[in-house]
């Protein structure tokens, strides 16, 4: 309790800052770690030359490595806290920092809707559907044809007397050509040479 009270003696540390010293610590501990670990080799190594020849320096060799494995044990349980308090510390922080934001955010919607009435945006609004109404009408005047107010059936009338004219032309035209002949046409004469063509053969 009296190391996590000092921490936060005057406010204590920012959190940016509390994660930076938890990272140290962690590097820390891992080079101690890769220490211990090379040192109870050298003391397995020392154990097995001396098995044989000497057997009291393999003992004791074989006790170091026995009280090296404790320290490795306690740093791995140490290290598996710190890592924990770390994450803790940066998921808090930011959470922290996204409730902020957010908070910020809020108050400025609240800053940005505090002179809206909604009335007069349910004016507004009316106000712009009548303009549209407006500009469509004016849209379509403007677009409507004028001028063109002639009766179809007096139309129709004038054409069929401009057919009628266009077949009498066409009568009279072919009034100019020749006749055709009404009686038969003379059978052609057979030819002097079919006729010994004809002889020939018989």
Known sequence: RALTSSLFIDGGPTPQEAIHKLRETEEMLTKKQDYLEKRIEQEIAIAKKNGTKNKRAALQALKRKKRLEQQLTQIDGTLSTIEFQR?????????????????????????????????????????????????????????????????????????????????????????????????????????RRSSKCNTARS
């Open 87 to 191: 994450e803790a510390l940066e998921n808090s922080h930011t959470n922290t920092e996204v409730l902020k934001n957010m908070g910020m955010a809020a108050r400025a919607l609240e800053m940005v809707h505090k002179g809206v009435d909604i009335d007069k945006i349910d004016d507004l609004m009316q106000d712009i559907t009548e303009q549209q109404d407006v500009a469509r009408e004016i849209g379509e005047a403007i677009s409507r044809p004028f001028g063109d107010a002639f009766d179809e059936d007096e139309l129709l009338a004038e054409l069929e007397e401009l057919e009628q004219e266009d077949l009498e032309d066409n009568m009279k035209s072919m009034v100019g050509l020749p006749s055709v002949p009404s009686s038969k046409l003379p059978s052609a004469r057979p030819s």
